[in-house]
């Protein structure tokens, strides 16, 4: 059984990480390697594919050291009942896309959708596979990821907290880590947003159905208009 010091230690990593990971995003961001006010090719290249999932293997494999004994934290069971799973995702959703179109109309430097420099300039068939590849990145294997660390492990070791408390903390933790600016009107909502289904459902596996739903269709979204 799991003690207060050792969870107090497990949270401690936590936080150290996700600091770190921060730091570096806003390091990139305000260089100028994070923050492009056009559109890009990232989304077309093999480089993006094979450098994100090195990234996100060594991502989990701190993740899964700082839950080490404690495959519980993650979360990663059945949620406890599917239909109100089901409910909490449809509803995630639609508040999801309807904090956007609030967030659209408001007056900022740059798009929270181009921020991070994904967006390309249109549909390019001769770069499909390149672009099917980072599909799985972006809509499979980054949800995954993000939903263990904090949706899982993050809210797990924050519970002591309180449910509301670990979910605004969980929240602002995931949007900081991304290293954007403009996007955190988007990000730390939409983290609260996933926090609530995962408080919900006593399980991440509902809220990386949302995550994907949402990383896949922005995508799309992005190559299509």
């Given at each position: 059984m799991a003690t207060a010091g050792s969870n107090r230690k497990r949270l401690v990593a936590w936080a150290v990480f996700i600091g770190l990971i921060a730091a570096i995003n806003y390091a990139s961001r305000f260089s100028g390697g994070g923050?492009?006010?056009g559109s890009s090719q990232t989304i077309y290249e093999w480089s993006t594919f094979a450098g994100g999932m090195v990234l996100y293997a060594i991502w989990i494999g701190v993740v899964v050291v700082i839950a080490l004994d404690r495959f519980?934290?993650?979360a990663l069971r059945r949620p406890r009942r599917w239909q109100g799973a089901l409910g909490a995702v449809v509803a995630a959703v639609v508040a999801i896309?309807?904090?956007e179109a609030v967030v659209s109309v408001i007056p900022l430097p740059q798009s929270p959708g181009h921020e991070q420099g994904l967006t390309p300039p249109g549909w390019e068939p001769s770069h499909a596979a390149a672009f099917a590849a980072n599909v799985v990145l972006f809509a499979v294997v980054a949800p995954i990821v993000?939903?263990?660390t904090f949706r899982?492990?993050?809210q797990s070791l924050l519970a002591f907290l309180?449910?509301?408390p670990s979910i605004l903390v969980v929240g602002v933790a995931f949007?900081?880590?991304h290293?954007?600016?403009e996007a955190l009107l988007v990000l730390i909502p939409f983290g609260w947003a996933l926090a609530v289904v995962r408080d919900r459902t006593d399980s991440v596996l509902p809220g990386m159905l949302v995550h994907a739903l949402f990383n896949g269709i922005a995508l799309a979204a992005a190559v299509l208009s």
């Open positions: 923050s492009k006010s519980d934290l993650f896309y309807l904090w993000e939903e263990l899982g492990v993050g309180g449910r509301s949007g900081l880590a290293g954007l600016v």
